[in-house]
């Protein structure tokens, strides 16, 4: 065999592959980058494969060319074929990426056909002239030669270059900074080699031309992958710095000292708030009307995040403040849903329990706003479900009235409230925790006091979800009476 090479051929095979080396080194960088959005992760990857698929089969023909030998001749014809081939789907994925940077959010779909069409003719004028040699042929000695039809399988590339062309000016705007210039020295660079190519057969032009000029876009887009990575990067951190915040906010918003009247031993009260997300809708409140009136609130904002917070936090002071004047707890329900209607265009709503006690007596008046029923232990019993009237929920629709009722804690009494996060809290086979497990648990220890009653609780649960994700807040309250002391 003769491996004769000239001097414009090793020179084609070194470029070529210089080129294959600083694709695959592109295509590693890209591949590694995860903080570049997939599409344009796997478009590079596509171009970068692209690319290197048609200039290594240039690389075999370059080597191979001029060898004798039927098999290299057939070989010869194959990669010859498919490096024409890729050609053109090289400039049909670019027009496809001008076209979606071009037109944006507007449908690409019409662009995309037409560029299927070119590339389907590209690929008829490649088969057609297999048998006729009129793209290109190899003589007896298996050397490359144009054919008369030469022209044609450029034709694909440049009709794209066109359309990319029209697409870069019409749609201008949207190409800014070094991204125009880019698109630009990708179209502007192949088609001066190919007007080279068309006059003098020799040095590779075209694959040195596209290969920088796809280099140059990488780097070019690379950046400002980067760029925008950076700023949402700073833009996540001020959001969850806000978030933060905003939770130490509404966890201050709430009673969080305990014990939270230390003077006072007629009673103990204890309460936890975990939001599902870094803020939360629920909210419990406990506070001193006068000296011998104790008002409790437990309450479940609609929804989640920043907007249950917001409207929990207004359900707060309305709620505490008509409380404050020495209005009944329905009398507060109903003050307080007439206030949250009369300016509720984002229609949410607020579900409550609230309660009353007259510390010196024991006599607990309450009223429920479609919360949660309460759990009530009396002296000497266990823990159950006190199934009390509902009232309609708050901020659900104006007029509502609410109706109270009365209970009498003896000193030992347990009051358990919560919100539904608690029954509610689901494991990995998408069971719910329930009511029977939370009476289960509260019956553990049936004497246990408002810090341990809750513990037993919150680890119960925790035991059942295991490492299934939170999906609503979980707020409870524990309280026991001890009387005055005679």
């Known amino acids: 065999m003769n491996f004769d090479i000239s001097i414009v051929s090793l020179i084609n095979i070194l470029f070529i592959a210089a080129g294959i080396g600083v694709c695959g080194l592109c295509f590693l960088q890209i591949t590694s980058s995860r903080h570049i959005r997939k599409e344009v992760r796997n478009y590079f990857q596509l171009f970068f494969v692209l690319i290197t698929l048609y200039i290594s089969t240039h690389l075999v023909r370059e080597i191979m060319n001029g060898i004798p030998g039927a098999g290299v001749r057939v070989t010869l014809q194959i990669v010859t074929f498919v490096e024409l081939a890729v050609a053109g789907l090289m400039a049909q994925t670019m027009s496809v990426l001008v076209a979606a940077v071009a037109k944006r959010e507007q449908n690409i779909k019409p662009v995309w056909i037409m560029l299927l069409c070119v590339l389907g003719v590209h690929l008829v004028i490649l088969i057609a002239s297999l048998p006729f040699g009129f793209v290109y042929y190899f003589d007896a000695d298996n050397v490359y030669?144009?054919?008369?039809?030469?022209?044609?399988?450029?034709?694909?590339?440049?009709?794209?270059?066109?359309?990319?062309?029209?697409?870069?000016?019409?749609?201008?705007?949207?190409?800014?900074?070094?991204?125009?210039?880019?698109?630009?020295?990708?179209?502007?660079?192949?088609?001066?080699?190919?007007?080279?190519?068309?006059?003098?057969?020799?040095?590779?032009?075209?694959?040195?031309?596209?290969?920088?000029?796809?280099?140059?876009?990488?780097?070019?887009?690379?950046?400002?992958?980067?760029?925008?990575?950076?700023?949402?990067?700073?833009?996540?951190?001020?959001?969850?710095?806000?978030?933060?915040?905003?939770?130490?906010?509404?966890?201050?918003?709430?009673?969080?000292?305990?014990?939270?009247?230390?003077?006072?031993?007629?009673?103990?009260?204890?309460?936890?708030?975990?939001?599902?997300?870094?803020?939360?809708?629920?909210?419990?409140?406990?506070?001193?009307?006068?000296?011998?009136?104790?008002?409790?609130?437990?309450?479940?904002?609609?929804?989640?995040?920043?907007?249950?917070?917001?409207?929990?936090?207004a359900s707060k002071i309305i709620l505490a403040n008509n409380a404050m004047i020495g209005k009944s707890p329905a009398q507060i329900l109903t003050d307080t849903n007439d206030a949250i209607c009369s300016n509720n265009r984002e229609e949410m709503f607020v579900t409550v329990w609230l309660g009353i006690l007259e510390i010196s007596t024991g006599k607990l008046t309450a009223a429920n706003a479609g919360h949660e029923y309460p759990v009530v232990k009396h002296a000497g019993g266990k823990f159950e479900i006190f199934k009390d009237k509902h009232g309609f929920v708050i901020g659900g629709m104006a007029g509502?009235?609410?109706?109270?009722?009365?209970?009498?804690?003896?000193?030992?009494?347990?009051?358990?409230?919560?919100?539904?996060?608690?029954?509610?809290?689901?494991?990995?086979?998408?069971?719910?925790?329930?009511?029977?497990?939370?009476?289960?648990?509260?019956?553990?220890?049936?004497?246990?006091?408002?810090?341990?009653?809750?513990?037993?609780?919150?680890?119960?649960?925790?035991?059942?979800?295991?490492?299934?994700?939170?999906?609503?807040?979980?707020?409870?309250?524990?309280?026991?009476?001890?009387?005055?002391?005679?």
């Open 145 to 313: 030669h144009r054919g008369a039809g030469y022209l044609l399988s450029n034709l694909c590339p440049i009709i794209m270059l066109a359309v990319d062309t029209y697409l870069l000016i019409k749609y201008r705007k949207n190409f800014t900074g070094l991204t125009r210039v880019a698109f630009w020295n990708y179209l502007v660079a192949p088609l001066v080699a190919v007007a080279i190519q068309a006059f003098f057969y020799g040095v590779q032009l075209i694959i040195f031309a596209t290969v920088g000029a796809t280099v140059f876009m990488f780097g070019v887009i690379l950046k400002d992958q980067n760029a925008k990575y950076e700023k949402q990067q700073q833009e996540s951190s001020r959001i969850e710095t806000e978030l933060t915040l905003a939770s130490n906010i509404q966890a201050d918003m709430v009673p969080n000292i305990y014990p939270a009247f230390p003077d006072r031993d007629e009673f103990d009260i204890y309460a936890t708030m975990d939001p599902a997300k870094e803020v939360g809708g629920d909210f419990y409140d406990f506070f001193l009307i006068d000296s011998d009136h104790l008002c409790m609130v437990m309450a479940d904002v609609s929804g989640k995040g920043v907007p249950a917070a917001l409207f929990m936090m």
């Open 400 to 486: 509502a009235k609410y109706k109270e009722y009365e209970m009498t804690l003896e000193p030992g009494a347990r009051l358990f409230l919560y919100t539904d996060g608690v029954p509610e809290a689901t494991n990995g086979n998408n069971e719910l925790f329930g009511m029977d497990r939370v009476l289960g648990a509260l019956n553990e220890n049936v004497d246990a006091g408002t810090v341990e009653m809750l513990k037993t609780v919150r680890r119960s649960v925790d035991e059942f979800v295991k490492e299934a994700e939170q999906f609503d807040d979980l707020t409870m309250l524990g309280f026991e009476y001890k009387g005055v002391k005679q």
